[in-house]
């Protein structure tokens, strides 16, 4: 597939303002997509943190396989950092980040934490899940948050919003079909038949899912109706239709980065 390359010029100014704004803050969230724990992590990002306190939220994590999500967060705690999963819809899981952030603000009266992250892994619904309120603006396409906005949660916890950043660029072809595919990447960026036939791929050498997604688009097509004159499959239509099936969950739950 041809390379994915995109880092518009409000990401490289929300890295510097990010940078600025840490002055003051106690607690990073860096919010990753539990289907790609590490594909959706953003080096440049984690850079920042220096010596605050540093929480890993897997958000969106009723997509991913609960078992690798297990897994993945006994490998973030062998490493040092304090991580969960977390469903923004779910205030269970939600008031449980609220109460790890707590901690990591070390018994401060007030703590500001920033929240960051690549586009599109649910920061903003994070965040407007310890608000219990749609505050924060949220979309099922990246790029939505352009601004940083501060939301006081509750009289002790104040969070900043910032927008999403990708890498400059993004270095192999697995991580690139794997961002593409989960919707961290603009649909008019990259060929989505592309991006959906390494998928196909991917599943055909990870088989022993319960609710495996479709692998052949033209019979996914035809399934779906997406026909142009003559019967033919209209290929385009059904892979905007297939992305937006397995970004909600509807053929199952997949972790594409394996755990340790």
Request: hydrophobic share 45%; aromatic share 6%.
């Amino acid at each position: 597939m041809q390379p994915i390359q995109w880092f518009p010029g409000h990401m490289a100014a929300a890295i510097r303002d990010a940078a600025r704004r840490l002055v003051g803050v106690d607690v990073v969230i860096e919010v990753r997509d539990a289907r790609l724990p590490v594909t959706s992590a953003n080096p440049a990002l984690a850079a920042l943190v220096g010596r605050r306190a540093h929480l890993v939220a897997l958000a969106k994590e009723d997509l991913a396989e609960p078992r690798e999500t297990s897994r993945w967060l006994a490998d973030f705690k062998r490493q040092g950092l304090r991580a969960l999963a977390v469903r923004a819809k779910d205030q269970g899981s939600v008031q449980r980040l609220g109460r790890l952030i707590a901690q990591a603000g070390a018994g401060r009266p007030n703590v500001r934490a920033m929240v960051l992250g690549i586009p599109n892994v649910g920061k903003s619904s994070v965040i407007n899940g310890l608000l219990r309120r749609a505050a924060a603006k949220t979309e099922d396409r990246p790029g939505v948050t352009r601004d940083l906005r501060w939301f006081r949660v509750s009289p002790g916890l104040e969070l900043m919003d910032t927008p999403g950043v990708l890498v400059p660029k993004i270095d192999t072809p697995e991580a690139q079909w794997r961002l593409a595919l989960c919707g961290t990447v603009p649909l008019e960026r990259f060929d989505a038949e592309a991006v959906i036939a390494a998928f196909a791929a991917w599943l055909a050498e990870h088989p022993g899912h319960e609710d495996e997604a479709p692998r052949d688009l033209s019979a996914f097509a035809s399934a779906r109706g997406c026909l142009q004159r003559g019967g033919l499959p209209d290929l385009d239509r059904a892979a905007q239709l297939y992305l937006r099936d397995f970004n909600q969950g509807r053929f199952g739950r997949f972790t594409l980065d394996p755990a340790p």
